[in-house]
């Protein structure tokens, strides 16, 4: 075998990450096969993208025979929601046990199974999303026959492994909003009768590049981004496209916006391009845990905010554990909007919070969330995280406990150091990588905090992301 070889294997064990696993028998013993977002059952078809001495890591090309465990619940397949058709019992057993083996394998932890408190599900398993980014391309994916398309109108999802086909979504994937999602089919005839085209990936030319939607779960409203480049722009009647969204969605449009961005790197942020709002506000409203919170389209916030809330929970009850946080100063690294920091303040009386972040949006939207929720115990700095304690050095040996909410790199061994010098009693620290966690966490028992609990929370059901909220004491010297 070589790479870009394309095989044939059946998957009879699941890694960490979404890793399907076969094994062939050679020579020289067995050669293990990984191939991503696959599960045990499974007969697929895969192309060699790495290969090793003793392995290979493949890329699905497509399923040639399901898991006996599969079930169809009629929706549309899509590349972000691999695991559908697995039942979420099963789905929960992989990603508990892949997982919990990362903490021993990588960070050295033998007895997990006894400091793992809990596995904690999402509170729905199908319609949770609170955002998603539809592609447009002129290069169509035709998913009965297989083949390609080319100047068609499509709009929907990327083909595994593409970057310029899509494929049209006809009806829901289960991820999103279900009602929305069943009229995306009039937004793209519109949209197409306007004789402008989509975007060609390869050409870089066209018009309609993407179309963004944020869901408010609480206020069951959406802002929607149409994002397109300005070649034809003229031609684009933005008023009758307004008016043909206010009348399809009705009181669910809280607001309706317009990019043009010509960056030809394949992304939708609306700091790439001009922005205009034709309709309504450029805000939605979400609520967690009793707390508003202002969302904007390029806001930071939890993609699945009825499990965040569980999330929150968990990291709440942690830094509360044996520990009366009341007068003390608790600091939370990484804040971004503030969500978990207000949270915290809101619940627990008589806490100073700290929320540090480095990017300065981030911490602006934090302090006017604050300001809605009328919460003042909370401070928010706009700072490196690693640097923060040169900035303000009057914080060393003040703070008792610390939440971190690093991105999903993990956090840098320097900042990690810098973190371990604040000298709080615990860390309460929330993973969207555990993986990352486990290396940080061998890091940490070597400057004297020890595990002493870890649950695992599944914000994303029906693909291979899990997190982690773990709590480390500082053991006495």
């Keep these: 075998m070589k790479r870009g070889d394309v095989i044939e294997v059946e998957i009879t064990g699941f890694a960490f990450g979404g890793k399907g696993i076969a094994k ?21 078809q895969a192309r060699i993208a790495k290969k090793r001495k003793k392995h290979a890591e493949c890329k699905l090309i497509k399923v040639l025979r399901d898991s006996s465990d599969a079930v169809d619940l009629g929706y549309q397949p899509i590349s972000g929601a691999p695991y559908i058709k697995l039942p979420i019992e099963r789905q929960r057993e992989l990603k508990e046990s892949s997982t919990l083996e990362q903490y021993r394998r990588i960070g050295g932890i033998q007895n997990i199974n006894e400091l793992f408190d809990e596995f904690i599900s999402s509170p729905i398993d199908f319609n949770y999303r609170n955002k998603m980014e539809y592609s447009f391309s002129s290069i169509r994916q035709v998913l009965e026959t297989g083949e390609e398309e080319d100047d068609a109108f499509a709009l929907g999802f990327k083909t595994r492994g593409t970057w310029w086909k899509v494929e049209n979504l006809d009806k829901e994937n289960g ?40 869901k408010s779960f609480d206020q069951d409203q959406l802002l929607i981004n149409l994002v397109t480049s300005s070649q034809g722009l003229e031609q684009f009647d933005r008023k009758s496209f307004s008016a043909f969204m206010q009348s399809l969605l009705g ?34 409203l979400e609520k967690l845990l009793g707390l508003h919170f202002e969302i904007s389209m ?16 968990k990291a709440i009850a942690y830094a509360q554990e044996n520990n009366d946080l009341s007068n003390k100063v608790l600091m939370d690294l ?22 540090v972040d480095i990017v300065p949006e981030a911490i602006e939207d934090a302090r006017k969330n604050a300001e809605r929720n009328q919460v003042k115990n909370i401070e928010f700095y706009a700072a490196d995280v690693g640097k ?18 690093p991105p999903r790199a993990g956090i840098a061994p320097k900042t990690l150091k810098k973190v371990i010098a604040l000298g709080a009693n615990e860390i309460v620290y929330i993973s969207c990588n555990p993986a990352t966690q486990a290396r940080d966490a061998m890091d940490l028992a070597a400057a004297g905090y020890k595990m002493t609990k870890i649950s695992l929370v599944d914000q994303f059901p029906h693909t291979a992301h899990i997190e982690a909220v773990a709590k480390f004491v500082k053991e006495s010297e």
Aim: glycine content about 10%; aromatic content about 12%; overall charge negative.
């Design 175 to 214: 991820l999103f909003d279900k009602d929305f999602e069943t009229k995306l089919i009039e937004i793209r005839k519109f949209l197409e009768a306007t004789g402008l085209n989509a975007w060609h990936p390869p050409k870089k030319h066209g018009f309609f590049r993407h179309l963004v939607v944020r």
């Design 24 to 44: 062939i028998d050679t020579e020289q013993g067995q050669y293990v096969i990984f191939v991503l977002n696959t599960y045990p059952g499974q007969l697929v």
């Design 334 to 355: 990484f804040c971004g909007t503030g969500t978990i920091g207000q949270i915290m303040a809101s619940q627990i009386e008589g806490v100073k919070v700290i929320g």
């Design 298 to 313: 390029e806001s930071f916030f939890q993609t699945n905010p009825l499990s965040a809330e569980r999330l929150y929970a």
């Design 251 to 284: 009181g669910r449009l809280a607001g309706l916006q317009h990019t043009v961005n010509d960056d030809v790197s394949d992304r939708a942020k609306i700091e790439n391009g001009n922005n205009q709002l034709l309709f309504g506000e450029p805000i939605i």
């Design 388 to 405: 923060f304690l040169f900035e303000y050095p009057n914080y060393v040996g003040q703070i008792d406990t610390i939440i971190l909410d």
